[in-house]
């Protein structure tokens, strides 16, 4: 091709584009709220049913049932070979994350609560469905025994750790601070700042250059509703902890970066997380006007984790719906 009739075609092409793309964005323009791309369109928008779970909840139970990314989550090979320990890998967050991983072609253990087993089943069975090992741990990580035998486990199972993801978490509403009792106040301590620490500890006896911890803090790191204090500091705690061993472990090649998700559909705010009025409007004040589902995250733990982003370390990558960053 002459090269003035080059210039032309890829003139025509680049205009071509732009109009297809425009008329993408005018496509998307026209739905709903909330839907920043076709298949958001589709995604739940409060108002929700009032529902009430025994804490801590079951996916499965949930109206409308959370979209993990089961039929939807392709993978591309970015985590290939690598092995990793997720926690809360039964349901919401953590389990987007499991089934991204096992797509993206990691082997993978999830932790959860003895009562969880049927959503822990549910997940095994869609790694398994992927030709990935999956390793199913339960136990409570409040006790710090267990979290060194988890750790242990899951390596000793998947021949290896590459990869920690800190995701399970305790979140309980209550009132005012007179409301939470020093049980509650340990519970939520143990869980989401004692166990990430005790998990990291562990861990990283196992893990060499490459490796990388995932921590899950949260929008409340930075903007605290008023009946979650106890839970908000442990997500600001967690952002913290992830920028600090981000710097003690950048000489050992081992990265730390976490996620921050605004309002997610997931088991914690049906047990206990969130108060009945909280639940019915969940998303609303999020300017796309609804909560994510659990599968408009998972590749932001795939992205935290890709060994392509070997720059990226004490990140936080956030999913909150138009809100911002807390960091
Ligand atoms: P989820 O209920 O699906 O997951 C939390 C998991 O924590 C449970 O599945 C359970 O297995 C685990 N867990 C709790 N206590 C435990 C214990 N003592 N021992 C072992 N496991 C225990 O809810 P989710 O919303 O997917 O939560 C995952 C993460 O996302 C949490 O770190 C939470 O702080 C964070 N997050 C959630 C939201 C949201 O709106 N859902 C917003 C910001 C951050
Ligand atoms: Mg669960």
Not at 76 to 105: F, H, M, N, Q, V
Not at 247 to 274: C, D, E, H, M, Y
Request: charged share 20%.
């Amino acid at each position: 091709m002459p090269d003035t009739d080059r210039r032309t075609f890829v003139a025509g092409a680049a205009a071509l584009t732009a109009a297809s793309a425009s008329s993408a964005a005018a496509q998307e323009g026209k739905s709903a709220a909330g839907a920043t791309t076709p298949a958001a369109a589709s995604f739940p928008k409060p108002p929700f049913p009032v529902q009430r779970q025994p804490w801590p909840g079951l996916a499965s139970k949930m109206t409308p049932r959370p979209d993990h990314g089961e039929q939807s989550y392709k993978g591309s090979g970015k985590l290939t070979g690598k092995k990793a320990l997720i926690t809360g890998g039964d349901s919401g967050i953590g389990r987007a994350a499991a089934i991204a991983y096992a797509r993206e072609g990691a082997d993978v253990a999830i932790n959860y609560l003895p009562a969880e087993e049927p959503d822990a089943r549910e997940v095994v069975a869609l790694i398994e469905a992927e030709g990935r090992k999956a390793v199913a741990i339960p136990g409570d990580l409040r006790d710090e025994r267990f979290c060194r035998r988890l750790v242990e486990q899951a390596a000793a199972r998947l021949g290896g750790l590459d990869i920690l993801i800190n995701n399970a978490a305790r979140q309980q509403t209550r009132p005012t601070i007179a409301d939470i009792s020093s049980q509650d106040f340990d519970d939520t301590m143990k869980t989401n700042v004692y166990a990430p620490f005790w998990l990291t500890k562990a861990a990283l006896e196992r893990m060499g250059p490459g490796a990388v911890i995932v921590n899950t803090s949260s929008e409340q790191a930075g903007d605290p509703s008023k009946d979650i204090v106890d839970y908000a500091m442990t997500r600001a705690a967690v952002l913290n902890f992830t920028k600090g061993m981000a710097k003690q472990l950048a000489s050992r090649g081992i990265r730390v970066n976490a996620v921050a998700p605004g309002p997610f559909w997931t088991p914690l705010q049906v047990s206990g997380g969130a108060t009945p009025e909280k639940q019915r409007t969940f998303g609303q004040s999020a300017p796309l006007g609804r909560p994510g589902q659990p599968a408009e995250i998972a590749a932001l733990f795939v992205a935290a984790a890709d060994p392509s982003l070997s720059f990226s370390t004490g990140q936080i990558f956030g999913a909150s719906g138009g809100n911002g960053q807390p960091a």
